[in-house]
């Protein structure tokens, strides 16, 4: 469990929609700090700048998609060990299980409950180590 | 041959049965009677007339008083014989009293010519002479179909007539005295050859007649059996038809192969499916020709592996080729024609085109993957703008609009249920359904599940209580979806059950099986809905289903999943009202 308690929180999602509702969720019920990144190919450059507590990444996305983001973080030194977060309404159990493998702090379903998921997001950061 | 010939000459005799031989002969010699009675009768008569003048008149009466008495005893025993009942059992009783009265019209005839010969004129006695010659000799016709009645007959006539002739004192008389004999043994002769010849005229006549009805029978029973070998020609002939139709208008294609994969015959639908016309294929190699080289499913290896076994083979996918060269994904299901020493006749393949289908199938998951994300995409916004809305967070909201945007996140929500339900049920059944299997400690599932559920039941007000407990028993399943299933069952019991009401779950162990039971207090099933509770989209009562929620399609994943954790799953009354919903699990282990 990390010292610190959970505050900053980086979100790569391509819908405007989800991103907005996310934002509220994490800020007025979390009351966190959140940044969203709508392009997932500057989401590197972006999570380097905001140095966040743990990263959460949407699955499907254009262009770039979340396991992509996830794979391109493993190979930065200073963004290997940020924990990874996916929420998802479509992978296989088989991605999945590949995913945590990898190393994936958790995986949330969409849909997701705005009013549940700071809750759900601290219960990945104590689980931990 | 003559053996042939004596041998039908011996089943002749044995199949002529000898009392209706018996019987025959009587009615033969009775048919005679009326004859002797009349002609005796007649005869009489003439013979009194003539000798009316000699000196024993009154023995003359008394004579004509025996003919009378002798012609009225033999009528009667005609008319008797006429009226018996059963003349063939009866037939030698008939013959003896035949007999005797044979005998005795001759002993009549004999004592008048013992009395009235020595008494009478030479002129008389000629007559009597030559009477008697003539009733001996007619007595033959009358009686030849029995001789020794015959022999006692004329014994009757010609001893008296020769004892007096013999001692007449005349030497004249004395020799013919020596004569009649041999002209009585002539005579007796001559009735017992025509005896024979009559006795075997009857034998054969009914040996005829049962070769007859022999025959007749044996060619009843050979009409039957022609009859029932034409009914089945006939049979045969339609069932042959019959096939010929239903392999000439099947929508599958079906080909005729022998043992080595050669074509015999084929249907339309064969030449449509691969379009080679019949005599294309016929004579050819049907997995050469329409299977090529090194294509799944089907090629010599399973073809020899077929015809070895000689049992019934589905391909489910083999691929073909066309005519045309188009590829086409076909079932095969091969069906020997084998015969009782077991050796293969004929192969009767039936191919179906099952390239659409397999295309459909493919379709169908694309389409229901794509269900999976684009509709759970536009429905995290919604139920998550009106989660955010309802939770109050974004400050006091109306209450008109609160009351509708619950409303909106409700069927949201019930949307979300529905598909998600949707993709459950799919993923079983393709086999997609992956279970995690662990073992958990079943008491603890069910208490977790009255917890997470608790909430929702506060919506029915509806109370959820742990029942009989038992506690230790760990069973071999997937936790998460065994949760599902709880819940399912739990959310359904409190739906429901009446307001103020309690659900129950109790745990207990019987014959080696754990079993999970969720009562209720509800209006229990109902009788025409209770077959197909555990179909897809089943719902009582589809007006209950808006007013409370639920897809229809919970009590299908649920059985799906227990079965798929090896267990079953159930319902039935409860004693007082509601119903039970259990299921029931292999036990792994108890360590209560």
């Known amino acids: 469990m990390p010292a610190q308690a959970l505050n900053r929180i980086c979100y790569v999602e391509d819908d405007p929609d ?19 990144v709508g392009d997932s190919t500057k989401a590197i450059e972006a999570i380097r700048a905001f140095k966040p507590d743990l990263v959460m990444l949407d699955w499907m996305m254009p262009l770039m998609d979340g396991p992509a983001v996830f794979r391109a973080m493993r190979g ?10 996916f929420i998802t309404a479509k992978a296989s159990q088989k991605e999945m299980d590949e995913l945590r493998a990898l190393g994936v702090a958790g995986t949330i379903s ?14 990945i950061w104590h689980a931990l180590p | 041959m003559d053996q042939g010939n004596a041998s039908a000459r011996i089943s002749l005799r044995q199949s002529a049965d000898p009392r209706l031989v018996l019987a025959d002969r009587v009615r033969q ?47 009667i025993l005609y008319l008797g014989y006429r009226r018996s009942a059963d003349k063939v059992a009866e037939a030698a009783q008939w013959l003896r009293w035949l007999g005797i009265s044979a005998l005795a019209a001759g002993a009549t005839w004999g004592f008048a010519a013992a009395v009235f010969f020595p008494s009478h004129a030479d002129q008389q006695q000629v007559f009597i002479a030559f009477l008697l010659a003539v009733l001996v000799g007619g007595g033959i016709a009358i009686y030849a179909v029995s001789w020794p009645i015959y022999a006692l007959y004329a014994a009757g006539i010609l001893f008296p007539f020769n004892y007096v002739l013999a001692t007449f004192g005349n030497r004249l008389f004395a020799e013919i005295a020596f004569i009649v004999p041999v002209f009585y043994v002539i005579n007796v002769g001559i009735a017992y050859r025509l005896n024979r010849v009559f006795n075997s005229g009857y034998r054969l006549r009914h040996a005829y007649n049962k070769l007859t009805e022999d025959y007749s029978a044996l060619n009843d029973r050979l009409e039957h059996q022609l009859e029932d070998l034409l009914q089945a020609q006939r049979e045969v002939e339609a069932s042959g038809r019959k096939l010929a139709l239903f392999a000439e208008r099947a929508p599958i294609s079906v080909l005729e192969l022998d043992a080595r994969g050669t074509v015999l015959e084929t249907n339309p639908a064969t030449e449509i499916l691969f379009g080679y016309p019949g005599p294309e294929l016929i004579g050819r190699g049907a997995i050469e020709m329409l299977c090529p080289p090194g294509g799944p499913a089907l090629n010599a290896d399973i073809w020899a592996s ?72 536009p429905l995290t916004s919604i139920i998550g703008s009106l989660q955010l809305i309802n939770s109050g967070v974004l400050g006091d909201i109306e209450k008109d609009v609160l009351e509708l945007t619950l409303i909106a996140e409700r069927n949201g929500q019930r949307l979300l249920d529905l598909i998600n339900d949707i993709l459950d049920i799919e993923k079983i059944e393709w086999g997609k359904l992956s279970l995690f299997f662990e073992d958990v400690v079943l008491q603890d599932l069910v208490d977790e599940a009255l917890v997470l559920n608790r909430s929702f039941a506060e919506r029915f007000k509806v109370r959820l209580e742990a029942g009989a407990r038992t506690d230790g028993v760990v069973v071999d399943v997937d936790r998460k979806r065994l949760l599902q299933v709880l819940t399912n069952l739990v959310s359904n019991a409190a739906k ?27 209006p229990g099933i109902p009788e025409q809905f209770r077959s197909r ?26 059985k799906r999943l227990v079965e798929a954790m090896n267990g079953q799953i159930g319902f039935e009354d409860r004693d007082g009202g509601g119903t039970f919903f259990f299921f029931e699990l292999p036990l792994k282990s108890t360590n209560a």
């Open chain 1, 18 to 36: 989800i991103q907005r509702i996310v934002r509220m969720s994490v800020e007025r019920i979390g009351k966190m700090t959140i940044e969203v």
């Open chain 1, 76 to 85: 930065q030194p200073d963004l290997e060990s940020v924990p990874v977060v």
């Open chain 1, 110 to 123: 969409k849909p997701f409950s705005p009013k549940d998921l700071p809750d759900q997001l601290r219960a």
């Open chain 2, 29 to 75: 010699l009775y048919s005679q009677m009326p004859t002797a009675i009349i002609s005796t009768f007649v005869v009489s008569a003439l013979a009194a007339y003539e000798l009316r003048e000699g000196r024993y008149i009154e023995i003359l009466w008394f004579w004509g008083g025996l003919v009378v008495m002798l012609t009225l005893m033999r009528t």
């Open chain 2, 306 to 377: 077929f015809v070895a076994s000689a049992g019934p083979m589905t391909l489910p996918q083999v691929l073909c080729v066309r005519r045309d060269g188009i590829e086409v994904i076909c079932e095969f299901t091969l069906i020997p024609l084998v015969n009782e020493d077991r050796e293969l006749l004929s192969v009767i393949a039936q191919v179906r085109d099952i390239t659409q289908a397999i295309e459909i199938d493919k379709m169908k998951k694309e389409f229901t993957s794509t269900l999976s994300h684009e509709l759970r995409t």
């Open chain 2, 496 to 522: 429901f059950s009446p307001e103020g009401g309690v659900v129950e779950i109790d745990v207990s162990i019987r014959e080696g099986r754990t079993r999970v039971a969720v009562g209720d207090r509800g």
């Open chain 2, 533 to 558: 509770i555990f179909s897809r989209f089943a719902q009582a009562d589809s007006a209950l289903t808006r007013q409370k929620g639920g897809t229809g399609l919970g009590l299908a994943i649920c």
